[in-house]
């Protein structure tokens, strides 16, 4: 499996304060099935992003590492304006291995009507925005139907493996599989800061997928759209999605119930 979002690179925000435990995140990766990692250091308020810096991290990394897995480098994106004004003058020094894939992280608290716009700008510079843990942000938890246009206008969107395993609670877990059901995943991602309490863990989000959804989807989401985006190609065909609302009466009455009482909010 193929990790796009992981905070691997010590001391530099939440993720490994320390080289020793980068490398047991490793270890603890590779003891899951993950065979490469993309290290997603923040750039937001709290913690300055600098690629140089980055850049050393991850090699002191991979001189310890013994290659077990395969390492790349990108940023978790906070969407303000400075970093937006920056990414539009540097259109790579943000992205996956300094392609076209951009992880885009949204405020908790609010998302500005202007994002539309943002996103088409950052489109037009060249980059293709992920949008990483939907189903984590309270914003989109109220009103998940927003999701819809930005995945029309070419979005797309990575949910966390802990989501599946009702890590991060009910609500995350299921609006995940909502997402899912409504074809609105691309990848899942561990987002691991530590070994501890945000593990770099997805088999057990892979095996929920491939027995609910089918394996070719588990294997879609894990591995074959994650190696495109960390090889920088383009996506590979995608079933279609459907509007979010769709077939509701369809489903199994205690769900519908279940997710009744989530859009009510």
């Known amino acids: 499996m ?41 750039s937001n308020h709290r913690y300055e992003f600098n690629p140089q810096i980055n ?19 990108g940023c978790d994106f906070h969407l303000s304006y400075d970093n937006i004004l920056d990414a539009l003058q540097h259109p790579r020094k943000y992205t996956i291995n300094q392609r076209q894939y951009l992880l885009v992280e949204f405020a908790d608290l609010s998302i500005p009507t202007s994002i539309n716009e943002t996103f088409y700008e950052l489109t037009i510079a060249g980059m293709r925005p992920i949008i990483t843990h ?25 949910i966390t493996a802990g989501s599946l395993t009702s890590r991060f609670g009910k609500t995350a877990q ?45 294997d879609r989401l894990c591995l074959s759209n994650p190696r495109a985006v960390f090889l920088g190609e383009n996506m590979p065909p995608q079933p279609e999605g459907h509007n979010l609302h769709k077939d509701e009466d369809e489903m199994p009455r205690r769900k519908q119930s279940l997710l009744s009482r989530l859009f009510s909010r």
Not at 55 to 73: D, F, S
């Open 174 to 218: 299921i609006l995940s599989h909502r997402f899912l059901e409504k074809n609105w995943v691309h990848f899942i991602a561990t987002d691991a800061h530590n070994i501890e309490s945000r593990p770099p863990r997805m088999r057990g989000a892979y095996d929920i997928i491939a027995k609910r959804y089918g394996q070719e989807t588990a």
């Open 134 to 158: 939907p189903e984590r942000n309270g914003v989109i938890q109220k009103n998940p139907e927003r999701m819809e246009e930005w995945l029309q206008s070419g979005c797309l969107v990575q």
């Open 2 to 42: 193929i990790d796009i979002h992981h905070h691997l690179l010590f001391g530099l925000d939440d993720g490994a304060r320390d080289i020793d435990v980068s490398l047991a995140m490793i270890d603890a990766a590779v003891a899951d099935g993950i065979t490469h990692i993309v290290c997603t250091p923040h």
């Open 55 to 73: 850049e050393e991290r991850l090699n002191a990394i991979r001189e310890r590492g013994n290659g077990k897995v395969t390492l790349g480098l």
